[in-house]
């Protein structure tokens, strides 16, 4: 993976954990409205990519020290559809 790629999916992953852990009702409702595009957009992707970038969070995952920013970013290639 290039710098970029891993950038933007340490970004992403990042959102996602961002918007997971809200504690605001409204955000957490708005969360997915404004992943579904991004969702669709990664769906699109050929299974070979979606499995890198789920390895790719994974690997974040496994380096966050916060429980439950661990948890949710363990969470994040399911939440993105990334596993479908």
Known sequence: MTTLERTLAKALTEIVIG?????????????MQLLEPVI??????????????????NQFAHQETDPERQLTAWETPETLGLLA
Do not use: V
């Open 19 to 31: 918007l997971d852990l809200s504690e605001d009702n409204a955000i957490a409702e708005a969360s």
């Open 40 to 57: 669709a957009l990664l769906q699109a992707l050929p299974g070979q990519d979606r499995q890198a970038l789920a390895e790719l969070i």
